[in-house]
């Protein structure tokens, strides 16, 4: 396997118009050596169209896409050292996993091709299944002889296109440590669309959402979380509530109060916003906390889910919070009045 460090991709306001439409609209992205990076957004995002020009499928409109020195814009797909795994997987079903895996190695000689093959057997945990065919196989086995052979080439960048969506949950759970486990012995740079915000918090050490062809925020999961910096990227991420509000007078520090319906609450601002706003307080359910201070609610419902318990509450104009904490903090019972409160670090006030 290559030792050479992977090269640094960079993509500078790369757009994709397909007539009027732009389905990728001005990304300007950096990736790491080694990264492991994953583009999430909803269907029709443009996430799967911007790692198609990456892997030279479709040619952008305007933009251009570097790695390392190379310009790659204008090469086609075979003279990039890139390589890409598709969903459906696209194993040769008259070929054995070997001769899938060593496809595309033309030229190398026999010895070396059958070593190579060797190695990617062992390293997808599939020794001893060279010679069968991939209809014998399940479905994490032939995921795996579709990455073994993406990687085959040793290309400096792997690019994967839903790689999981075929499998069922409790399977792609697994795949999911598995492809991690893989990414990080070979340090290749894994650029991978998903639709789905766990297996991308899962998998990713950075994030790009996407929204409407456009990169909306980057960073660690943790950080897109705790610090998302639209409602869209909020939803996208996990439960959340949104309080709506105005925002009150600037404050010396980061923590700003908003004035609700209900009373103020206090979280940190995500942008420059200016006194008076329109805005919403978004607070995870695990940090909404029921004690003495806080919005007046009622809990209409409590459902036991083992390690939490998770609370529907009602405010007084009938909207609702959810909360979820361990079932040891059992507290109000449905039916109770209470005061819902969360710590204001954890809240984050966004444009409404």
Do not use: W
């Amino acid at each position: 396997m290559s030792d050479l460090p992977a090269p640094r991709l960079r993509l500078e306001e790369l757009t994709k118009r397909f007539g009027t439409h732009r389905a990728v609209d001005a990304v300007s992205l950096d990736l790491e050596a080694g990264e492991f990076f994953c583009l999430l957004g909803p269907s029709g995002c443009g996430k799967s169209t911007l790692l198609r020009m990456i892997a030279g499928f479709e040619t952008p409109t305007t933009g251009r896409i570097l790695l390392g020195e190379q310009d790659l814009t204008a090469l086609p797909p075979h003279r990039r050292p890139v390589n890409m795994m598709f969903q459906s997987y696209a194993l040769f079903p008259h070929m054995s996993v070997a001769g899938n895996i060593g496809y595309g190695l033309n030229g190398r000689g026999r010895a070396a091709v059958a070593e190579r093959v060797s190695d990617l057997l062992k390293l997808m945990r599939l020794d001893g299944f060279g010679s069968r065919r991939p209809d014998t196989l399940s479905g994490g086995q032939r995921q795996r002889v579709a990455l073994a052979r993406a990687l085959a080439r040793e290309p400096k960048l792997l690019l994967l296109d839903e790689p999981l969506g075929a499998l069922d949950r409790g399977l792609r759970e697994e795949t999911q440590g598995e492809l991690r486990a893989v990414q990080r012995r070979l340090g290749t740079a894994f650029v991978v669309v998903t639709h789905d915000p766990e297996e991308a918090m899962m998998l990713a050490d950075r994030i790009g959402v996407m929204e409407a062809g456009r990169l909306i925020q980057v960073g660690p999961p943790a950080d897109l979380y705790r610090r998302p910096a639209t409602r869209f990227v909020a939803g996208l991420l996990g439960d959340v509530n949104l309080i709506p509000g105005r925002l009150g007078p600037v404050s010396p520090d980061a923590i700003r109060t908003v004035e609700t319906a209900h009373g103020p609450v206090r979280g940190v601002a995500a942008a420059a916003l200016e006194e008076g706003a329109a805005v919403v307080v978004a607070v995870r359910p695990e940090d909404v906390v029921l004690g003495a201070e806080g919005l007046p609610v009622v809990v209409t419902d409590a459902v036991f889910l083992g390690d939490r318990l998770r609370r529907t509450l009602r405010l007084p104009d009938g909207a609702t919070l959810r909360s979820s904490g361990r079932p040891a903090e059992a507290g109000a019972a449905p039916g109770s009045d209470a005061r819902a409160g969360f710590p204001a670090d954890v809240a984050v006030i966004l444009p409404a």
